[in-house]
């Protein structure tokens, strides 16, 4: 009406427009223009073509209900197995507050403890746990650490104000060997559990870990700092309070093993190694036999398992769940876990040539799945011929000692 009476001429409507002028419906979706009519300068679609366009699209809107429903249900089932997994968790930590914490000495041995244990801690109680099970024969007090922590703070002063001519009176370092080793210390807390941010500068748990480190290196001279250290001391901060964390740390470090790898002791890491390889060809012989084809030893991929625990190589929910074990078992756990990552991976490993192996091992997928793992693990025998792993070792502790003794060669 306004056109007419300002005298100006209506444009005419596209085809486009035209078209839609047309439809009593608007397409919900570019799916949906197959049941559109053909623009008005081309021939109408045919009414079979029309049909098929109708039922072609009719079926697109049943599959994608169908993929509706099926991610409904997924949603669903992921929602009820968290939601389970919540109340496990839940009723463990009661389990553990209420019955097995108030009787540790006589109930951490139980059959019903052991298989609660093996199911994974709840996060809640998991450091007063791991502390009984690795206890104090040490006897470090809080006291101690305090002391340790002031002498550190002590001589890092006294690097950083010139005064490092001062010999180390514990051990006789010298003063270029224990700002090395303090730099050792800065370099690898940066690089511990670099994804989580707070052991790096300006983290929250920046200064505890590197608090930790340095009294254990005044605590232990003779030990000293040892790379990986850092990583084994960031789990226990995770899980405890820092004196407890550094009590915990001294003692996990004085084990025979963990002495054994952290002092550098060749001729007793060599004989875990062989008392490893008698598990590894008894357990997984296909995989032993392509290992020793292609001289791959275990200190290639052992080393970096066992400094760390496996908080460097596996995902950190998963090397607490070790860890859980590890306090129940001992060193013998450590281990039975490498010879269940073998077995999870045989497959893959026994297609792979040297180079391979060695790069898949130091650098482990980061998706491996709880269960299945722990599954593996279950399936690993840590007896040959009717001997366990102590015994074995013990075996073969025995026989280096005998042989260094009659070797005039090995005594010089």
């Known amino acids: 009406e306004y056109e007419e009476k300002t005298g100006r001429a209506q444009r005419p409507l596209s085809p486009k427009q035209n078209v839609r002028k047309n439809l009593d419906f608007e397409p919900l979706s570019t799916t949906a223009l197959i049941l559109e009519d053909r623009p008005a300068n081309l021939p109408a679609k045919p009414a079979e073509e029309a049909q098929k366009h109708r ?13 509706e429903l099926k991610e409904a249900q997924k949603r669903k089932k992921q929602l009820e197995e968290r939601c389970k997994l919540e109340d496990s968790i839940g009723n463990a930590v009661l389990t553990w507050n209420n019955e097995i914490l108030p009787n540790w000495e006589t109930m951490c041995c139980s059959r019903k403890v052991r298989e609660l244990w093996w199911q994974g801690i709840p996060p809640s109680v998991r450091g007063k746990v791991w502390s009984l099970a690795i206890g104090n024969e040490l006897n470090i007090t809080h006291e101690l650490y305090d002391i340790c922590l002031a002498r550190a703070k002590e001589k890092w002063r006294s690097l950083s104000t010139g005064g490092a001519e001062v010999e180390c009176e514990d051990a006789g370092f010298s003063a270029a060997d224990r700002e090395a080793s303090l730099e050792l210390i800065k370099l690898d807390i940066s690089r511990t559990f ?13 200064d505890t870990l590197h608090s930790i480190l340095g009294a254990y290196t005044c605590y232990r001279p003779d030990v000293g700092y040892v790379q990986g250290m850092s990583f084994i001391a960031a789990v226990l901060i995770l899980n405890l309070d820092t004196a407890d964390a550094f009590i915990a740390f001294s003692n996990l470090l004085n084990k025979p093993c963990q002495m054994a790898f952290f002092r550098v002791d060749h001729g007793l890491m ?59 078992d001992g060193e013998e756990f450590l281990f039975r876990t490498a010879l269940g990552i073998l077995k999870l991976f045989e497959d893959i490993l026994t297609k792979m040539d040297f180079i391979h192996i060695a790069q898949f091992l130091t650098k482990l997928p980061e998706d491996l799945p709880s269960e299945e793992f722990f599954t593996s693990i279950a399936a690993i025998q840590m007896q040959s011929r009717n001997k366990k792993w102590a015994q074995v070792l013990a075996a073969l502790q025995k026989d280096n000692r005998e042989m260094e003794k009659g070797s005039p060669s090995l005594k010089r």
């Open 194 to 206: 670099p994804s989580l941010c707070i052991f790096q500068q300006g983290g929250p748990y920046h």
């Open 55 to 67: 039922q072609q699209y009719e079926e697109m809107v049943v599959q994608a209900k169908k993929r």
């Open 270 to 328: 060599l004989t875990y190694f062989a008392a490893f390889e008698v598990f590894f060809e008894e357990n997984l012989p296909k995989l032993f036999a392509h290992f020793k084809k292609n001289n791959l030893t275990p200190d290639i991929y052992l080393i970096d398992w066992i400094f760390t625990l496996y908080s460097k190589s596996l995902p950190l929910d998963l090397a607490c769940r070790v860890w859980d074990v590890f306090c129940r």
